[in-house]
């Protein structure tokens, strides 16, 4: 294994390939090989940007086929028959189906440029400076996004003050706060301190924070509290979004509609970048210009997006990880049952995370690189990476799953000596 200019000419800032230490060279749905022909099934997905697979045969003949016909690549925000084709699809089959009338944005190409943007609006169209997250939430890495996830790890990188914001305990936190009443009492109480927010921002389903998800009671129970105080409640949708937790988008759940809503990863349907911000109508007050990128809807993106909608619409790619989800919770439910009823496991749709947070520091770390050895990639998550996270292809079959995750089983029995 040849890593030597890795390891003299990239950045230390490199991550991953710390935990999966191989040089990739090939990819297809579930699976990625080595330089040595290893064969792994991939439980990462790209931290959810490859939903549909990777190399997924329909997405890659559209782009090979636009390609080859000389498309357009590049025109920041002019017109473009791809960019006209996908807002028509998505407007036809995705927003409107569900009742939704949203404005759609192309920002630059990342979640967090998403998020940026949601700041941006937000704070321009109530006037507003402050925002409230969770505790626990991950929203990006760049000066706005990170003022708003807390992990410290991440904050202490920035190398300035992260202000503006007012992160609110979590519901699982704290199971005897009322989490939405200690909301109103800081918006209402003239000793709070707190300034009423612009917006608060939420993950239906906190990904990196753990893989908790919030009930369906408390995002409505959101939704009215926002709608009493005149505040934007924005969805960051960027890794539970496209079908992930069985529903296109991950509020679908509780019948709520966001005032904005934040998209990237799977939006780009190939692993291609691309993010989307959308937002009621009312909301659209942007100046011509005021937030742009020189790679804001990216022409190839937009190809690859729209093949990836008519996926997910004429296959019911979102019913493939519904339908698998009942099998990954019986499994993953006996299985670390048997080994500790320590192991708490949690998810929904095909994002799953079993807790190791009562094992000593580390854990699941020691976790990782034992399935790694046996061919299965999969992320940490939550505090001190205590969280194994397993993220399958949403459309992956049903033997390679079962093979994944009997290797994760053997991991975890390996490295606790079960």
Known sequence: MNIKAFEEYESQVRSYCRKFETVFVRSK?????????????????????????????????KLIKYLMDDGVTHAMDMYTKPKREFIEYFEEKILAPRGLDYKIMFPGPTGTNSVETALKLARKVTGRQTVFAFMGCFHGMSLGSLSLTTEEAARKGAGVPLNNVVHIPAPYMFPGLDVLNYIDTLITHDHSGVEKPAAIFIETLQAEGGIYAFSNEFLKGLRELCDKHEILLVV???????????????????????????????????????????FKRELDIWNPGEHNGTFRGFQLSIVAAKAALELAVEKDVPGMAKSKETFMRNFLETEMGKISPEIEVRGMGLMWGCDFGKFPKGTVIKIIHEAFDNGLIFEAAGREDCVAKLMPSLMIDQETLEKGLSIFVQAVKTVLGK
């Open 236 to 278: 960051d949708d960027v890794q539970t979004g496209c079908g992930r937790t069985g529903y296109f988008f991950s509020f679908e759940r509780a019948g709520i509609v966001p005032d904005i809503v934040c998209m990237s990863k799977s939006i780009g349907g190939y692993g291609t970048p691309f993010a989307l911000t959308l």
């Open 29 to 61: 749905d579930a699976k990625q090989y080595d330089e040595d022909g290893r064969e792994y099934i991939d439980f990462f997905m790209g931290a959810g940007a490859l939903n549909y697979g990777h190399n997924n045969d329909y997405i890659k003949e």
